[in-house]
């Protein structure tokens, strides 16, 4: 087993055995040695370290020196992150999170580059399937607990990509621009969790800038808010080629330069010693933390992996995470003895996996059209379209004969591998015209079509109308095949809930027009609107929202409590409702809690999501479920205060099955932390700021400004929006030079309950 925090060896340690190193060897050990290896320092004892890709599955090139894409050692794909996201179980994500770490340990890999946080801004992005989710709570819990299961096999986690890489185009060069208060709240939030709760040893600096400066490379990121607000202590590597001055790099805290740079970033990081921009005591750092990483990875707790159980937890995993967004006349599951067409390429060559550097060598691959031949008295296939797009008017025939001699249509449609990858965005929300001609094709000739989705993000169906029942089965790993059956035949009951909004068209979407930028940059217009934030606070209807997923049986929900509670760790919301399974079906049902927080100084979207359970009842069965929301997941980043506050207020709490299927509401009376809703003073302050400040109004002998007479309440409209500062350069003013250098002294005593001058 891996040691335990305490028997590590102490910083101390470590920059002895740093030092026992001749200086001019230590900066060698922060560049890799070759595409997948660290370089080694026997004299130090660091071994190499074997690093690999694995979001959802090892993927361990045959040679160390390639990327080895489509050419690594065979390993247990399981269901893409935006697969399992939909799984809403952070106990599933935890036994795949050890099922990896068994399988790494037996390839002899030390770290794997996962899991993806970054959050799905917009649906075009071609690597959202290897992202959890929109919204970075959900994101935050799921990453943790795959870590933290991860990291106790001894093996390291390396989530990626921090931060704002939220597209492919242009990934390498494109600067994202965010505000403060965004980024806090939505593109950090889940890597601050799983910083917080998990303790990864390593995380992966992205490709692109953030607000003008390469992530790689910036200090404000990797430093102040990284190491110096979150405690992070592990090591930071580069994503493969991101750095673009070594030094630099170093300066900013990136410990570790990916893969092999050819001798160009020792090269750099020599000259900045010489110049003076990097010293000793740095590069020993970023040695020290090699060194812990080596020794938290040095003893793996397992040596061996069973492929037949993995495969196993491959398949219980996809059938547990695909959602059901329709089902109309309960068509499915599927009565035994229906005469079954099952049309389309993508049954018989199924999209199981996303396509680029997290490309697994599965052990197997089990194909959903072998699988519902053998488990199902009759089914006829017919291939309808063609992969590459070309229409093919024979195979249209074929499939339309097929479905007008059936009782039953399983239609097949998804996203090829061209259309959706690493290294591009998708161009449009639209399922390839082929697929959708035979659809229509195939409805005209049998109404009682099923469709079965493959693809990795949303995608846009105003096409859903024409059909009674739709499977979203995502990117369902190598035993897609059999969980597809499982669920459609009704021997697992679908549990899934979108982890991302489905939009109807994508001008409804919360980055268009702010995507993918222009001159180098993408402007994050929406701010902290993103996702089903984005589709409430402007009151668009998506196509399927947040949270959306259907069930066999029927869940009741009831008796919801509000209360607040003090703990160990500060106050928190405590949340109980009671949860009935209504139906004839054993099922599970994710309870959701949203806030929507009271009116105050900042936009918040009308609703959150706070906190969430996935709950297994037998039929007629019901159980309490009791959720507690520290008052501080409540809060807002203030950018002018540089700090979390929670509004003072009345909030509502709603409980429900979705985002947009809430099923009970309440208020409850929250008291505000971190100075409430008051923003700090500052001589910047406008009067009107000051006036409705308590302190403010002492240190101007102000009265109440409700109670004021209408001739000031004149004078405060006129003025109100005026600074301070400025007031005192106003011909006639009543505040002095020496009165506001008084008023700043009398902030600076009053601490964060004033502010800073500014």
């Known amino acids: 087993m891996p040691m335990p925090s305490s028997d590590q060896p102490s910083a101390a340690s470590l920059r002895e055995r740093v030092s026992s190193l001749p200086p001019d060897e230590r900066p060698v050990l922060l560049s890799g040695a070759s595409f997948w290896t660290t370089a080694a320092a026997p004299a130090a004892g660091l071994r190499p370290l074997v690093l690999s890709d694995g979001p959802h599955g090892i993927r361990r090139p045959r040679s160390e020196s390639e990327p080895g894409i489509g050419d690594a050692l065979p390993a247990t794909c399981f269901p893409a992150e935006c697969l399992t996201a939909c799984s809403w179980d952070p106990d599933l994500l935890a036994r795949l999170g050890t099922a990896t770490a068994k399988e790494a340990a037996a390839a002899h890999v030390d770290v794997v580059l996962g899991p993806g946080l970054n959050i799905k801004r917009t649906p075009l992005c071609g690597r959202n399937f290897e992202y959890f989710s929109e919204d970075p709570l959900l994101a935050g819990a799921l990453g943790a607990a795959w870590i933290r299961a991860l990291q106790s096999e001894g093996v390291a986690a390396c989530p990626k990509h921090f931060a704002a890489n939220n597209q492919e185009a242009d990934r390498m060069r494109i600067d994202a621009s965010v505000d403060e208060r965004t980024l806090y709240e939505i593109y950090l939030r889940a890597f601050e969790t799983v910083v917080r709760t998990a303790h990864p040893w390593t995380l992966m600096a992205a490709y692109n800038k953030v607000n003008g400066i390469h992530a790689a490379e910036n200090a404000w990121l990797l430093e102040t808010v990284l190491r110096g607000e979150w405690g992070f202590d592990g090591l930071v590597m580069s994503d493969w080629g991101a750095v673009t001055d070594r030094a630099a790099a170093l300066d900013a805290g990136l410990d570790l330069e990916m893969p092999a740079s050819g001798g160009l970033g020792l090269s750099e990081l020599q000259a900045g010693l010489e110049a003076g921009t990097v010293n000793q005591e740095m590069v020993d750092s970023s040695a020290a933390r090699l060194l812990q990483l080596a020794d938290r990875t040095s003893s793996p707790a397992h040596s061996s992996a069973d492929p037949d159980e993995h495969h196993r937890l491959a398949r219980e995993a996809a059938a547990a995470s695909m959602v059901l967004l329709k089902n109309e006349g309960g068509i499915l599951p599927l009565s035994p003895g229906l005469r079954l067409a099952v049309v389309g390429e993508l049954a018989r060559t199924p999209r199981y996996q996303g396509a680029g550097s997290s490309q697994v060598t599965p052990t197997r691959v089990s194909v ?340 004021a007479d209408p001739g000031m309440a004149d004078a405060l409209a006129l003025m109100g929006s005026m600074p301070l500062r400025r007031l005192a350069r106003f011909p006639g003013t009543p505040l002095t030079p020496d009165q506001l250098a008084g008023l700043e002294q009398a902030l600076r005593g009053a601490g964060p309950a004033g502010g800073d001058s500014g």
């Open 368 to 707: 959903p059209l072998e699988v519902l031949s053998e488990r199902t008295a009759a089914a006829v296939f017919a291939a309808g379209y063609r992969l590459d797009g070309t229409p093919d008017l024979e195979l249209v025939a074929e499939a339309e004969a097929a479905a007008a001699a059936a009782d039953a249509v399983l239609f097949f449609v998804g996203l090829p591998e061209d259309k959706e990858s690493e290294g591009f965005d998708r161009p449009d929300l639209a399922l390839p015209e082929n697929q959708l001609a035979l659809l229509r094709a195939v409805t005209s000739a049998n109404p009682w079509t099923v469709v079965v989705l493959f693809n990795g993000g949303a995608v846009e169906t105003g096409w859903v109308e024409q059909v009674p029942a739709v499977l979203e089965a995502w990117l369902p790993g190598q035993a897609g095949g059999e969980a597809l059956a499982d669920v459609l035949l009704g021997d697992v009951n679908p549990s899934g809930k979108l982890a991302e909004t489905f939009p109807r068209r994508i001008e409804d979407t919360p980055a268009f027009g702010n995507y993918p930028g222009e001159a180098g940059t993408v402007r994050y217009g929406e701010g902290v609107l993103v996702g089903y934030r984005w589709y409430d606070a402007r009151g668009i209807e998506p196509a399927f929202a947040f949270g959306h997923g259907l069930s066999y049986t029927a869940f009741d929900y009831s008796g919801l409590d509000l209360r607040l509670a003090d703990t160990d760790t500060g106050p928190v919301l405590a949340v109980e409702a009671t949860l009935t399974n209504t139906g004839s079906r054993a099922g599970a049902e994710v309870l959701q809690v949203y806030s929507g927080a009271p009116e105050g100084p900042a936009v918040r979207p009308p609703r959150e999501l706070r906190a969430f359970r996935k709950v297994f009842l037998e039929p007629g069965a019901s159980a309490p479920v009791a959720l507690t929301v520290p008052l501080r997941e409540l809060a807002r980043y203030d950018p002018a205060s540089h700090r979390w506050i929670t509004d003072g207020g009345t909030y509502r709490i709603d409980v429900g099955s979705s985002s947009r299927d809430i099923r009970l509401s309440g208020s409850i009376h929250l008291p505000g932390t971190d100075g409430g809703t008051a923003a700090p003073l500052t001589l910047d302050s406008t009067i009107a700021e000051w006036l409705a400040h308590p302190l403010g109004r002492t240190l101007l002998g102000g009265g109440d400004p409700d109670n």
